[in-house]
């Protein structure tokens, strides 16, 4: 049992005078006189008195000082708790994701309102004195705010400290990691300031010590769920970008679209979204220099609790140009199909250097070195061996078989009966080969070998003959190759996912909170104090009525 106002004890000094008033009660003589008549209108008002003549007896004193005592404790306001043993170690987690932003009918935020709470959790009660404390937060990373302290002090300047969030909630993993700090269960309690709107906490509700305090009411919610730009895999001056909107509400939302590049808007679409729906458009836009580029995405004409979901950013990665250097024998039809792709700076020399540029794509017209150097290269009409394969005789019929898959380096183009005039007999010397085209007699045509060192594409055919390979294909073929060689991070797609379902509260959470709920016992007992008061009272009236 704790007692919420201790100091009441101190009213107990009313015994005091009590005491002294009893043990200076005046004691009446018996005298003779001659008549009575004087006494009649003392004998008549005796009834005044006789509420004081009762005080001098020991049961009445004995009643009255249990009286004062039943209402001094009364005052004192004793609560029992439900912990058997008594609670020394508290652990307690604030939810301050994303959804925590949410503005409830009283103008407060969930999280405002939890940090209201705290704040008088820990306004010095006794009920927290003894009980040392941690406060751990969630976010999307589970975060140490104060470590076990009894000072609710500090207590109250930790918790000052917390901060709304726009990241999704990590409770799951905070709540592991409240689990792991805790050493003796049997002393020790976790309590859980949550709107409960995240999944995956199904196995901590089982817990006894576990309390969940859940904030907030369902409200609708209206949120750009995906946000996902791309650069095109054939030119890296196009963006593509995927946007994802929900409605997590229980009535149709209409609302815009708006979608910037930089701050200049390229694209409003209205949206009308019914409950539980999620919609998708693609916007399709050109970046015109080199430099990295901001997307933002905005929802507007909407009113919903949550604010944060209703933006969405991601970058568009620096798209700097491929310097690529040609080597070998010059041919004008390699030489437009190179200098028509998008972002590409093309060097032409006709001697192979003793080293080769870094960060720089290889292209070698039918001179080849012994061997081939690290990085990304291209080898077209290879007419000598190397330290890859071998060269052999010209093929009779270099008519490619029928395609298996299609890989990057077959995007938008067939290979099946593709005619690579000029090809010759290729011996691979080497594993980790990948072959995109090839004749029936299995003859590579065309095919790919990617170590941790180097990407290197073979196309087996020569440029000065008249075929359907240099007509059409040639030119798919090499932005299919430059594609492959593009750095990764070209290639980055940044994902935004708001999945703020307001309505998502976890059922099991709000069942174990309703059978975890403290037991509020003040109230009853000063209830039942007081019925004993007025007992007491009562049992006085009747000794001073027979006495």
Known sequence: MN???????????????????????????????????????????????????????????????????????????????????????????????????????????????????????????????????????????????????????????????ITATDPQSALSETLSLATNIIEDWRQSEIVVHTDACVNGIEQFTKNERIKFIVVGQPSDNVAITTFQPRLAMNDTSVYEVLVEVANFGTAEAKCKLEVYLSENPIDVVTLNIKPFQRVQRIVTGIKEDEEEKTLQAKLTNIEDALKSDNTARAAIPATPKQKINVYGTENNFLKQALLAQPNADVNFENELPTVFPSNTIIVFHQTVPETIPNGNVLIIDARNNNNLFDIGEPIESPLAGIETEKTTLTNSVTTTNLTFKGAR???????????????????????????????????????????????????????????????????????????????????????????????????????????????????????????
């Open 3 to 161: 007692l919420l106002n201790p100091f009441a004890f101190w009213l107990l000094l009313l015994a005091v005078p009590v005491i002294v008033l009893y043990l200076l009660r005046v004691e009446f003589h018996q005298v003779a006189v001659s008549t009575t008549m004087l006494w009649n209108k003392v004998f008549a008002e005796q009834h005044l008195y006789s509420r004081y003549r009762k005080l001098r007896t020991p049961i009445s004193l004995l009643l009255t000082l249990l009286l004062l005592a039943t209402l001094v404790a009364a005052l004192c306001e004793p609560v029992f708790t439900p912990q058997s043993p008594q609670i020394r170690y508290r652990v307690i987690v604030v939810d301050n994701s994303a959804t925590m932003n949410a503005i409830e009918s009283n103008g407060l935020s969930r999280l405002e309102i939890v940090l209201t709470q705290l704040q008088k959790l820990f306004a010095g009660s006794s009920e927290t004195n003894n009980v040392s404390t941690a406060i751990l937060t969630t976010s999307d990373t589970q975060k140490i705010q104060c470590g076990f302290t009894t000072q609710q002090s500090v207590l109250r300047r930790a918790a000052n400290k």
């Open 425 to 547: 007999k290729i011996n691979i010397k080497q594993t980790n080969i990948k072959v995109e085209a090839s004749t029936p007699e299995d003859t590579p045509l065309y095919f790919s070998q990617k170590t941790p060192t180097q990407k290197t594409v073979v196309i087996n055919a020569a440029l000065e003959q008249n075929g359907i390979i240099q007509k059409a294909a040639f030119p798919i073929i090499i932005a299919n190759t430059l594609t492959f060689f593009r750095n990764k991070v070209e290639q980055s797609e940044t994902k935004q996912k708001n999945e703020n379902n307001l309505y998502a509260t976890n059922k099991s959470i709000k069942e174990n909170n309703q059978e975890t709920k403290p037991i509020k016992t003040s109230e009853p007992i000063y209830f039942w104090l007081t019925i004993v008061a007025i007992g007491i009272w009562t049992t006085q009236i009747v000794c001073r009525r027979i006495m």
